[in-house]
């Protein structure tokens, strides 16, 4: 290999290496790329929180606007608890005792957890 060869190829890596730059630059530049710490006072729609159950099921907090909604997802989606009034900030302690939850509709050990998870978050909120 010739000098010419490797100065060549050297330019030609730096050329290219700078047109990434360019260009990733004019994507931040024009609001082309979200960007994850950007957040907005006046969205109204919200993931808090995400717990997965299990492979194919997870419970979401899905906040907007001053209420928080806890819904199991996987092959039925269901809404557990609705309207429960957001908070500004989490207390890290645990609740001394849980509160019993009302779902008739939910059966089997799975759905117990889900009720045990569900009587926590209402104690953390009270």
Not at 89 to 97: F, I, R, V
Not at 109 to 118: R, T, Y
Request: aromatic residues 4%; contains cysteine.
């Amino acid at each position: 290999m010739e000098l010419s060869e490797i100065l060549r190829f050297a330019a030609a890596l730096v050329f290219v290496i700078g047109l990434i730059v360019a260009c990733a630059w004019a994507a931040k530049r024009f609001g082309l790329v979200p960007s994850g710490r950007q957040t907005s006072m006046n969205k109204r729609l919200a993931v808090t929180e995400t717990l997965s159950i299990d492979p194919k099921r997870k419970l979401v907090i899905v906040r907007h606007d001053d209420r928080e909604h806890l819904l199991l997802l996987g092959d039925q989606d269901v809404v557990l608890e609705a309207g429960l009034p957001a908070r500004e900030e989490l207390s890290t302690e645990l609740p001394s005792t849980a509160k019993s939850m009302n779902t008739s509709a939910l059966t089997g050990p799975v759905a117990d957890q889900m009720q045990k998870v569900v009587s926590l978050l209402k104690e953390r909120r009270a």
